[in-house]
């Protein structure tokens, strides 16, 4: 039995992450599927290749979390800068997401008037950048120590962003904005849906900024497709892939992992799987019961793959908002990603095209066997006729490849039903989970736990993640 300092558990962003910021450690990696990354893989299909899911790289600048993570691992990322992060279409009306904040603010009033936008839009911007200017993010619990840097952090929170900071993102919209049109709040939820996986009545005044303000930072293109970054960071570290971790076993000091193909031991465990279905990967009833008693986050993402054959150029990305939910959905809007058309891997054959919305896990997970393919069918098809309205330029017979997937389809190959985490409010930040546990040597990271989900938020629970690692916890 082969002995690591530190197994990882999870090729996503915050698995590879940990891996490449500890490779000076003996450290192994393992990926159930052959595809490294898991919702931010590359998966090839058909001939073709497509993203899983996540398309965007967002706080690749300095300053940020992300891009000291990147010099630190020695990462140049081939990557290329989106002049506009998302075109945004919602009843026959454009808005560009834009980095420059008066062009995107002169949109704004053009296309949902309000004579306190600049106040609102402003206030947003700066409490994203007063965040993200912060020192002192932590969060840990399990021991006074750590609840003592979480009470640290909090208090910094309070000294900077004042006692606003408890209010409900609805409130603070109300108070800034009034009541304003239904147009005007979908298209500030469908944003939402996109960065904090839902909308703005279940989240803070921070969430709201956070969510709201992503594409006021630079927004990347990977060539190669997601997995390729992935691939990059964690080059020169032992990767097992098509490997699945069955059973974890406490011995001592030590944790004991059985795959489907060997047994290791380790003294440090980082579990890059999703926090809620962690629990069955162990036998002891204690460890059971911590995973068991974060209550499921039932919400996934419903994604349609697509090779389209084109000759036009088109955005990155773009999203479209609808006045009602879409089929089996629980978002009226979806998000398109093209592929680069000067991408030699995705775009080889045709655009490679991931389309996104938000659907109930468990909805897939419960529906009869009878109805799955067609439920599947039916959204999929609607999701693609709203596509073609769009893009007149394409044909129904300019699509070369199309399927979709659902929870079931990502719980398959990336042994996850959900997609993302719960948002962060002060209502719940004691039940969040923490990347420690108050188990010794076994840890957390990733998008189910804090500080969130996208690069930058996965990103901060791996910085957080390090602190515990090295002792400076």
């Known amino acids: 039995m082969r002995n690591f300092d530190m197994a990882v558990v999870g090729s996503g962003i915050g698995g590879s992450l940990?891996?490449?910021?500890?490779?000076?450690?003996?450290?192994?990696?393992?990926?159930?599927?052959?595809?490294?990354?898991?919702?931010?893989?590359?998966?090839?299909?058909f001939g073709n290749y497509y993203n899983t899911g996540a398309t965007t790289l967002v706080g690749y600048e300095d300053n940020h979390i992300l891009k000291k993570q990147f010099d630190t691992i020695g990462v140049n990322p081939d990557i290329v800068k989106s002049d506009i992060a998302i075109r945004v279409v919602q009843n026959n009306k454009?808005?560009?997401?834009?980095?420059?904040?008066?062009?995107?603010?002169?949109?704004?009033?053009?296309?949902?008037?309000?004579?306190?936008?600049?106040?609102?839009?402003?206030?947003?911007?700066?409490?994203?950048?007063?965040?993200?200017d912060l020192h002192k993010v932590y969060y840990g619990k399990y021991s006074l120590k750590n609840y003592i840097k979480t009470s640290s952090f909090i208090i910094e929170l309070f000294s900077?962003?004042?006692?606003?900071?408890?209010?409900?993102?609805?409130?603070?919209?109300?108070?800034?904005?009034?009541?304003?049109?239904?147009?005007?709040?979908?298209?500030?939820?469908?944003?939402?849906?996109?960065?904090?996986?839902?909308?703005?009545?279940?989240?803070?005044?921070?969430?709201?900024a956070l969510g709201l303000s992503y594409p006021f930072h630079d927004v990347f293109y990977v060539n190669g497709g997601m997995g390729a970054l992935i691939e990059e960071i964690v080059k020169g570290i032992e990767v097992k892939r098509k490997e699945e971790i069955k059973k974890v076993i406490k011995d001592n000091k030590y944790w004991i992992i059985e795959s489907d193909i060997n047994s290791y031991k380790t003294r440090q465990l980082i579990l890059n799987s999703s926090i809620y279905q962690s629990s069955s990967l162990f036998e002891d009833n204690k460890i059971k019961s911590y995973y068991d008693s974060f209550s499921?986050?039932?919400?996934?993402?419903?994604?349609?793959?697509?090779?389209?054959?084109?000759?036009?150029?088109?955005?990155?990305?773009?999203?479209?908002?609808?006045?009602?939910?879409?089929?089996?959905?629980?978002?009226?809007?979806?998000?398109?990603?093209?592929?680069?058309?000067?991408?030699?891997?995705?775009?080889?054959?045709?655009?490679?095209?991931?389309?996104?919305?938000?659907t109930k896990a468990n909805y897939w997970k419960d529906i009869p066997s009878s109805k799955?393919?067609?439920?599947?069918?039916?959204?999929?098809?609607?999701?693609?006729?709203?596509?073609?309205?769009?893009?007149?330029?394409?044909?129904?017979?300019?699509?070369?490849?199309?399927?979709?997937?659902?929870?079931?389809?990502?719980?398959?190959?990336?042994?996850?039903?959900?997609?993302?985490?719960?948002?962060?409010?002060?209502q719940n930040i004691t039940q969040l989970p923490s990347c420690n546990t108050p188990f010794e040597g076994l840890?957390?990271?990733?998008?189910?736990?804090?500080?969130?989900?996208?690069?930058?938020?996965?990103?901060?629970?791996?910085?957080?993640?390090?602190?515990?690692?090295n002792g400076s916890s």
Request: charged share 25%.
């Open 443 to 469: 840890y957390n990271v990733g998008d189910t736990v804090f500080a969130g989900q996208g690069w930058p938020g996965v990103a901060l629970g791996v910085e957080v993640l390090q602190r515990h690692l």
């Open 18 to 45: 940990t891996a490449a910021l500890n490779k000076e450690k003996d450290i192994v990696l393992f990926e159930k599927d052959k595809n490294l990354g898991g919702c931010a893989s590359t998966f090839k299909r």
């Open 296 to 358: 499921f986050s039932d919400q996934s993402a419903f994604v349609v793959y697509m090779t389209v054959s084109s000759a036009e150029k088109f955005l990155g990305h773009y999203q479209f908002i609808y006045d009602k939910f879409l089929p089996n959905c629980i978002s009226n809007s979806f998000f398109v990603s093209f592929s680069a058309k000067s991408d030699k891997k995705l775009s080889k054959y045709g655009y490679s095209v991931t389309i996104s919305t938000h």
């Open 94 to 132: 454009t808005l560009d997401r834009v980095k420059d904040f008066e062009y995107f603010l002169d949109q704004i009033e053009d296309i949902y008037p309000n004579k306190n936008n600049r106040v609102f839009w402003s206030k947003i911007k700066d409490i994203d950048k007063m965040f993200w």
């Open 160 to 208: 900077v962003f004042g006692f606003e900071l408890l209010k409900s993102a609805d409130a603070f919209i109300k108070t800034n904005l009034g009541d304003i049109e239904k147009e005007y709040k979908d298209f500030i939820d469908a944003q939402l849906l996109i960065t904090v996986q839902t909308t703005s009545e279940n989240i803070s005044l921070l969430s709201l």
């Open 372 to 426: 799955y393919e067609e439920e599947k069918e039916k959204t999929m098809q609607f999701i693609v006729t709203k596509f073609l309205e769009y893009f007149n330029s394409i044909n129904q017979e300019d699509i070369i490849q199309c399927f979709s997937a659902a929870s079931i389809t990502f719980n398959r190959y990336i042994n996850r039903y959900n997609c993302g985490g719960k948002a962060i409010g002060f």
